[in-house]
């Protein structure tokens, strides 16, 4: 089995920082893609930022300037380092990525549970 762990949610105030992490474990053979979307209250669960296995990415635009993401490929995590963070930001934040297991030869998809991130006025 695979699993992904995340940790990092909390409450901040408007303008704080927060640092996301997603550890993946279990029967890895391959990570590729991973990602962090985010799902507000009543909104479609949405794509923050995905990076690949070889270091490109890409933000959604509404966080483009203040989120970072990275990943360390030794350690099978991503990160989401998130600055000047707004109320809008307000959400729980899903890890993502595609992962190939031992003895199976195609990617499969597999989340986080979800971590609440909460950002005060």
């Known amino acids: 089995q695979v699993q992904l762990v995340e940790s990092g949610g909390g409450l901040v105030q408007a303008g704080g920082s927060l640092r996301l992490s997603c550890a993946a474990s279990?029967?890895?053979?391959?990570?590729?893609?991973m990602a962090w979307y985010r799902q507000a209250p009543q909104k479609q669960r949405e794509l923050v930022a995905r990076?690949?296995?070889?270091?490109?990415?890409n933000y959604a635009d509404s966080v483009k300037g203040r989120f970072t993401i990275s990943r360390d490929n030794t350690r099978n995590t991503v990160n989401l380092q998130m600055n000047s963070l707004k109320p809008e930001d307000t959400a729980v934040y899903y890890c993502?990525?595609?992962?190939?297991?031992?003895?199976?030869?195609?990617?499969?998809?597999?989340w986080g549970q979800g971590t609440q991130v909460t950002v005060s006025s």
């Open positions: 990076i690949t296995s070889g270091g490109s990415t």
């Open positions: 279990g029967s890895i053979f391959s990570i590729g893609t």
């Open positions: 993502n990525a595609a992962i190939t297991r031992l003895g199976r030869p195609f990617y499969d998809d597999y």
